[in-house]
């Protein structure tokens, strides 16, 4: 293998892809980058156990990429980065005998040791007849909006991925931790049919990848695995195994009150709440409905304080006497995913999950379960 390249734009795409290496892997080809020289130009995989990043360079792009000769090795990512980025101007790399790494740039010459590429972690393969295509910027909302409401702990494996359904005419997305629920759907028109459960640390790979892309994304979906894909980059990630919860069961279909109001003002007036919740177990903060249409917000903790403030409801329908204690965290972040100025909360009671809304739309919710006072 033997290729030159332009530095500076060499070293911006290895150390974004050396982000994605896992720093706790034991193994020393999952700390490495794959790198293949070939006639259409450079392709880089970096590997995590659960997912692989591909980038590709063209041989026609304007980084002054040339390829002298065809092959392919595993360069350690923390060396060969940090090499780079101290090497001016264009850089030459070749491949000897034994894996060994030539990289020279002017008078300076380096000499360092790479791994065999019969030991990487091999791409899955996959069906690229099939896909959805879907601008990034959606995308990236949709799982915005819900991946921070899947569960942390490992005790049902299920429930730390985040559920993606294609259906005929729209794609859902959700993720909960059996005490909340954040679900968003985008209508698309969809040729491919199916739920996968996608692990935590994919979704922030996406978003973290995708998240300056002006490009299309094409999704693509096999038994085991889900790929995000645009004309340079590719981000192949592996899929939870398990039965995701029949979310449509949890969700309730009638309420006893409903309330809209204004979702700035109930931010801030549930932030400043939490100041004290953050000393109770379940960070509670208790919602109260009182005369004249208005809310009460109300926190309190038995070593430091108390605070309370009342805040005007915009609209209100059903059973006007209600109390109910709920997380602050999951109320915060809740609020925080929902762009518009009204937010709709719909109660059924001080002991069941309140359904909240943007006031504009069917297509975003989260449900939240009460926690006792």
Excluded at 123 to 150: C, G, K, S, W
Aim: charged letters at 20%; glycine letters at 4%; one cysteine or more.
């Amino acid at each position: 293998m033997k290729f030159s390249i332009d530095n500076s734009y060499f070293y911006s795409v290895i150390s974004e892809l050396s982000r994605s290496v896992s720093a706790n892997s034991d193994s020393h080809m999952l700390n490495g980058i794959k790198i293949t020289a070939h006639p259409e130009g450079l392709t880089l995989v970096v590997s995590n156990r659960d997912f692989f990043v591909e980038k590709t360079i063209p041989n026609n792009s304007d980084e002054k990429l040339l390829i002298y000769e065809s092959g392919s090795v595993v360069a350690p990512a923390k060396y060969f980065v940090e090499l780079v980025k101290k090497l001016p101007e264009e850089i030459m790399i070749e491949v000897h005998e034994n894996n060994k790494l030539s990289i020279r740039s002017k008078e300076i010459n380096v000499n360092l040791s790479g791994f065999d590429c019969e030991e990487y972690p091999v791409l899955p393969l996959m069906n690229f007849r099939d896909y959805i295509h879907m601008q990034a910027e959606p995308l990236l909302e949709m799982v915005r909006q819900t991946a921070f409401a899947a569960s942390v702990s490992d005790a049902r494996p299920v429930l730390t991925g985040i559920l993606i359904s294609f259906q005929k005419n729209k794609v859902t997305c959700a993720a909960t931790n059996s005490h909340r629920l954040a679900l968003r759907e985008i209508n698309i028109e969809a040729v491919i049919e199916g739920s996968f459960i996608v692990p935590q640390s994919s979704i922030k790979e996406l978003i973290r990848l995708f998240s300056n892309s002006q490009e299309a994304i094409s999704i693509y979906v096999s038994e085991n695995y889900l790929v995000f894909k645009t004309f340079k980059l590719s981000l192949y990630t592996r899929l939870i195994e398990g039965n995701y919860p029949n979310l449509s069961s949890l969700i309730p279909s009638d309420s006893k009150t409903v309330v809209t109001i204004s979702k700035s003002n109930l931010l801030k007036g549930i932030d400043r709440a939490s100041l004290f919740a953050r000393n109770s177990r379940n960070n509670n903060v208790k919602l109260e409905l009182i005369s004249h249409n208005r809310l009460r917000i109300s926190s309190h903790s038995s070593d430091f304080g108390k605070i309370e403030e009342i805040q005007q409801i915009v609209n209100i329908h059903g059973n006007q006497d209600l109390s109910i204690c709920l997380n602050s965290t999951f109320l915060l972040e809740a609020l925080k995913s929902i762009a518009d100025k009204e937010v709709t909360l719909s109660f059924s009671g001080s002991m069941r999950p309140v359904l909240i809304k943007p006031n504009s739309s069917n297509h975003h919710l989260h449900l939240i379960s009460p926690v006792r006072g």
